[in-house]
């Protein structure tokens, strides 16, 4: 199985706080890789670590074999990692057009113009409210806009950060839904944290369970929800 990601030995943080110790982990292509845990285990810290976001003390992150570590995230973004915060990642002064417009500022025109074409047909929001500004959309509309906008550069990962945070149970189903259309008909390697660890176990594919920022469980999701002492400790789901 290719592995995309590749972290080793990961000790990270923000300054002088630690919150990762020696996390390793692998990435494979073309699959959901689900990272839960506890709150304030460092699920996000790790995303954000891929992402060039933190502090990072030692170890390693590669992306088909190229350090990341050192690399600034506008760098890490054109090299093919697209990273998706629970927050503020939307403008929401501008249109729906003028953000995917935003997203793709380094491609040409008729490249950019085929990729709205492109993410349009996975997220029918964007037709619908092309000139409408995203303020005004709903939460999980929104959402749409966001992952619309990361996919227009064509990443090789996507980090989805809490992408279901806020939202009804209906719409964080469509939202879970699409991101299992990315894996399926892109061939898109994901890594996901979800606050619903039981929804994103049964959608993912490889999971990594992280306790005070330390790595206690690697393995196939299905394996981690049947768990019969992790998954009722740490994630409030009955093995």
């Known amino acids: 199985?290719?592995?995309?990601?590749?972290?080793?030995?990961?000790?990270?943080?923000?300054?002088?706080?630690?919150?990762?110790?020696?996390?390793?982990?692998?990435?494979?292509?073309?699959?959901?890789?689900?990272?839960?845990?506890?709150?304030?285990?460092?699920?996000?810290?790790?995303?954000?670590?891929?992402?060039?976001?933190?502090?990072?003390?030692?170890?390693?992150?590669?992306?088909?074999?190229?350090?990341?570590?050192?690399?600034?995230?506008?760098?890490?973004?054109?090299?093919?990692?697209?990273?998706?915060?629970?927050?503020?990642?939307?403008?929401?002064?501008?249109?729906?057009?003028?953000?995917?417009?935003?997203?793709?500022?380094?491609?040409?025109?008729?490249?950019?113009?085929?990729?709205?074409?492109?993410?349009?047909?996975?997220?029918?929001?964007?037709?619908?409210?092309?000139?409408?500004?995203?303020?005004?959309?709903?939460?999980?509309e929104r959402q749409m806009v966001a992952m619309a906008m990361a996919l227009i550069r064509k990443p090789k990962v996507m980090l989805f950060d809490e992408p279901t945070g806020g939202l009804s149970p209906k719409i964080a189903n469509e939202v879970i839904s699409k991101i299992v259309e990315l894996r399926d008909s892109m061939d898109m390697t994901i890594i996901l944290v979800e606050q619903n660890a039981k929804k994103a176990l049964e959608i993912g594919d490889h999971a990594y369970l992280l306790v005070s920022g330390r790595l206690v469980f690697e393995g196939g999701c299905r394996e981690l929800l049947k768990h019969p002492q992790l998954a009722s400790l740490y994630l409030g789901v009955s093995g």
Not at 18 to 41: H, T, W
Not at 46 to 70: A, C, H, Q, R, V
Not at 110 to 133: G, N, Q, S
């Open 1 to 140: 199985m290719k592995r995309v990601i590749e972290v080793r030995n990961l000790n990270a943080g923000y300054r002088r706080l630690q919150i990762l110790f020696d996390v390793s982990a692998s990435f494979a292509r073309g699959k959901i890789n689900v990272i839960v845990g506890p709150n304030g285990s460092g699920k996000s810290t790790l995303l954000k670590s891929i992402f060039g976001l933190t502090t990072i003390y030692s170890g390693s992150i590669t992306l088909d074999g190229i350090e990341l570590i050192g690399k600034a995230p506008h760098e890490i973004a054109r090299i093919g990692v697209a990273y998706l915060p629970q927050t503020e990642n939307i403008f929401e002064n501008l249109t729906v057009n003028e953000n995917l417009r935003m997203a793709g500022y380094v491609l040409e025109r008729d490249e950019l113009d085929e990729r709205i074409e492109e993410v349009a047909e996975l997220f029918p929001v964007i037709k619908r409210y092309w000139r409408r500004r995203t303020g005004m959309l709903s939460g999980g």
